[in-house]
């Protein structure tokens, strides 16, 4: 089914290199990458750190903005989690912070070719896809899944399965589950500077011109 709004990009930097990861985005025209990990760090890749990634990307005229804060997976505050921590992202998208954010990305999207993302390989049970695309895509934004071999997921493709899924789960009595993250999660602030740093770093989707490449 054709789709009238924007097209945004979700992608997981999973264990590429660096040279591969800049080479998929090149690939996808990607002008903006928002990374919406609450943590924008990695004990395993650390060439995405936000302070070594941020500075490849610039090197190719890529813009970088950190909306973790506003959109990260791990939300600071005990509210939303529930007993088994897992998030509750029903709670998450009746947040200020969370609409707040929302808005700045489709105030983006609408500007940019923008790529989302998150840490995982698979858009399948990663909050980039739970939590913010179907959301997008449910307000008119066409969704492609960027997978690690660089290939392209529909969401549609994707919203077409689990469908298949859920209606076979009925024969066996089984409940839907509520709108939370799959995987329970251990609630860990902020390191101290990846937000005040980060935040305003680029760009601001608030309207204003995109700063030049240094």
């Keep these: 089914m054709s789709r009238k709004g924007k097209t945004v990009l979700t992608i997981g930097h999973s264990n590429h290199s660096i040279d591969t990861f800049i080479s998929i985005l090149k690939a996808n025209k990607v002008e903006v990458v928002v990374d919406v990990r609450s943590h924008p760090y990695s004990k395993y890749v650390s060439h995405f750190n936000s302070s ?22 791990q939300p600071e505050g005990s509210e939303f989690y529930d007993e ?16 707040e954010g929302l808005l700045r990305l489709e105030r983006g999207i609408n500007m940019f070719t923008v790529a989302v993302m998150c840490s995982e390989e698979n ?11 179907r ?3 449910d307000r008119g934004f066409n969704i492609i899944h960027v997978r690690g071999d660089g290939n ?3 969401e549609q493709a994707l ?3 689990e469908n298949t899924c859920v ?8 409940e839907v589950n509520q709108w939370r993250s799959i995987q329970s999660v251990s609630q860990r602030k902020l390191q101290k500077s990846s937000s005040e740093y980060l ?3 680029v760009m601001d989707f608030s309207g204003s011109n995109v700063a030049e490449s240094q």
Excluded: M
């Excluded at 070594?52 to 997976?73: A, Q, W």
């Excluded at 088994?84 to 912070?97: F, I, P």
């Design 52 to 73: 070594v990634l941020k500075p490849v990307l610039d090197l190719n005229r890529i813009k970088y903005l950190f909306l973790g804060k506003e959109l990260g997976g």
């Design 84 to 99: 088994e921590q897992h998030v509750l992202y029903n709670k998450v998208a009746e947040s200020r912070l969370y609409n």
């Design 123 to 133: 858009p399948a049970n990663c909050h980039r896809r739970l939590l913010i695309s």
């Design 135 to 137: 959301v997008l895509y």
């Design 152 to 154: 392209q997921l529909l």
């Design 159 to 161: 919203q077409d399965e």
């Design 167 to 174: 209606q076979l789960s009925l024969f066996d009595d089984q």
């Design 199 to 201: 935040e305003r770093s």
